[in-house]
């Protein structure tokens, strides 16, 4: 057995080492190697970094792994922040609102005329005539009512017959999806029952309107149009009105009233009980203002001779509600915000009567 010298084995051990560290060096400086065989450079840290402080775990302020399932945005679609959405919607063009107007269409015998076709039909605004651009023979927006009950001093002789008819509609225009409010108004205006559908409870507020004294009339119409367009879009807004007419005592006057109706686009009926027939005995201002307002928003009067024509005339309130006609349409030219503009419905080739809004508000542009 040959044995080298401890001298001459540790001289050869660093002849190996030092021929290592060369072809490492040697290794470093062949740029000609391809990519897979050249090594790895060590990553840099920051000055005032240490070798612990790249090892250390992260820190837990960091959002963690979502979980399975979630939708990660990639670099290439990131999701556009709260602040990014909300300067795309500020960059949608106004809208311009759709007009709908509710048309009753009458025969010679002043009896509705349902089934037109919409050739049948012209709308004008200021005069132009508009493309009709919804056309429904027979509306199916439901109802929002507010019938509204007269209980002055001077309409007291017939309230109870009043009271009975007005039950009797109640009981016969409500359909599914309907609702009606009853409101007393002498020198007040009550409402003494909410919006419902509840038949037997709106008979029993009605029977129940307290006796007043004086008669806001303006009042009445200006609430209960606040009242009904408190209601939302996509119902069709319906006053009853049944009074003597005899304005005494309303804080609004007329040209509030009328602002009000054709604002909140209701529908005004008036039925008006006259206790002195004869027009030089009593105060007629009431009922010309009436016949303005009621003509305006597109309803009818009524001139009972006699408390029993109740019934026949809220019988034909509720056919032509049942009858009537929704044409829309988008306004060409549309007209500045704020302002009234006059839309007139024809009806082609028959003898017909139309009604429907002579007006309308535009609205904030």
Same mark, same amino acid.
């Given at each position: ?101 509710l048309a009753s269409v009458l025969d010679e015998r002043n009896r509705p005329s349902p089934d037109l076709p919409v050739e049948a039909f012209q709308v004008y605004e200021e005069g132009v005539l508009q493309k009709i651009e919804v056309f429904e023979s027979e509306t199916q927006l439901p109802l929002d009512l507010a019938l ?96 003597? /007419?005899?304005?005494? *005592? ?7 009233? !009328? =602002?009000?109706? @054709? +604002? ?63 044409? /829309?349409?988008?306004? *060409? ?7 009234? !503009? =006059?839309?007139? @419905? +024809? ?19």
């Amino acid at each position: 057995m040959i044995s080298t010298p401890p001298r001459a084995l540790a001289a050869a051990v660093a002849f190996l080492a030092t021929l290592f560290v060369a072809g490492v060096a040697l290794s470093q400086d062949k740029p000609d190697r391809p990519p897979w065989a050249q090594p790895k450079p060590k990553p840099k840290l920051p000055a005032n970094s240490s070798s612990a402080d790249a090892t250390a775990p992260l820190p837990p302020s960091l959002p963690s792994p979502p979980p399975p399932g979630s939708i990660v945005p990639t670099p290439e679609q990131p999701l556009r922040p709260p602040e990014d959405a909300d300067a795309q919607r500020g960059k949608i063009k106004v809208k311009v609102d759709l007009v709908s107007i509710l048309a009753s269409v009458l025969d010679e015998r002043n009896r509705p005329s349902p089934d037109l076709p919409v050739e049948a039909f012209q709308v004008y605004e200021e005069g132009v005539l508009q493309k009709i651009e919804v056309f429904e023979s027979e509306t199916q927006l439901p109802l929002d009512l507010a019938l509204m009950i007269d209980s002055s001093l001077s309409a007291n002789k017939e309230i109870g017959f009043e009271k009975e008819a007005a039950a009797h509609f109640i009981r016969q225009v409500l359909r599914p999806g309907d609702r009606l409010s009853v409101f007393g108004f002498d020198e007040n205006v009550t409402q003494i029952a909410a919006f419902s559908d509840n038949v037997a409870m709106l008979q029993a507020a009605v029977r129940k309107i307290p006796p007043g004294a004086g008669t806001s009339i303006y009042d009445a119409v200006l609430l209960g149009a606040k009242a009904l367009e408190r209601r939302g879009e996509d119902r069709r807004r319906v006053i009853i009105l049944v009074t003597d /007419a005899g304005e005494t *005592t309303s804080t609004a006057d007329f040209d509030a009233a !009328r =602002k009000e109706a @054709v +604002r909140s686009d209701v529908l005004l009926y008036t039925i008006v009980i006259r206790p002195v027939k004869n027009e030089s005995g009593r105060n007629t201002a009431g009922e010309h203002a009436l016949t303005t307002i009621t003509e305006t928003t597109g309803g009818d009067m009524f001139f009972p001779d006699t408390p029993q024509e109740l019934d026949v005339i809220f019988d034909l309130i509720d056919r032509e509600l049942r009858t009537q006609y929704r044409l /829309a349409y988008y306004p *060409t030219p549309r007209g500045p915000a704020n302002t009234y !503009r =006059k839309v007139e @419905v +024809r009806v082609l080739n028959g003898d017909y009567h139309v009604r429907s809004r002579t007006t309308y508000l535009t609205g904030a542009q």
